[in-house]
């Protein structure tokens, strides 16, 4: 196991990516960031902890993000124990549903979370406001590029 962060993620309308974009400029070279339709289970493997960055549709997880765990899960059952993780959530309104659902999947992996979940509510209710490309507030890129630093000094100093 390599002392590493893999900064997984999926976007559809851009805030997702801005935000794992901020998360891996604040972890520096102590992240890999990678699309959650590119990684693999040895991408997951070879990473000391993890920070999970997706948008809440329709009140879960992006679908893409769903189908990373459905491809990985079995691969490394029993493989990633006690591992940190942390996550963040674009949502348009509360953004819950898919934290839960994420926390659940990452259970029976028997991750360990290591900071609080990171929701940013764009506040976008009409489907034409769901659909349009995003832009984060500054102060919700910071919050991400100080968690993402905080995720990688841990790993790195030994703290997770």
């Not at 520096?28 to 999970?52: H, K, P, S, V």
């Not at 879960?60 to 990373?68: F, T, Y």
């Amino acid at each position: 196991m390599t002392v590493s962060l893999a900064i997984v993620w999926h976007s559809r309308t851009g805030a997702s990516e801005a935000l794992a974009l901020a998360a891996a400029r604040g972890a520096g070279d102590g992240a890999r960031l990678i699309a959650a339709a590119d990684a693999q289970a040895g991408d997951l493997l070879a990473a000391g902890g993890f920070l999970f960055i997706c948008p809440e549709n329709l009140g879960a997880m992006s679908g893409q993000m769903k189908e990373l765990f459905d491809r990985t899960y079995y691969p490394l059952l029993g493989q990633v124990e006690g591992r940190p993780y942390a996550s963040i959530i674009s949502a348009g309104s509360d953004g819950a549903g898919a934290q839960r659902q994420l926390d659940r999947i990452v259970t029976g992996w028997r991750l360990r979370r290591v900071a609080e979940p990171l929701i940013v509510n764009l506040a976008a209710q009409t489907p034409a406001e769901i659909l349009a490309a995003k832009t984060v507030p500054a102060s919700q890129l910071d919050l991400a590029a100080d968690l993402g630093m905080a995720l990688a000094q841990g790993l790195e100093h030994g703290i997770f």
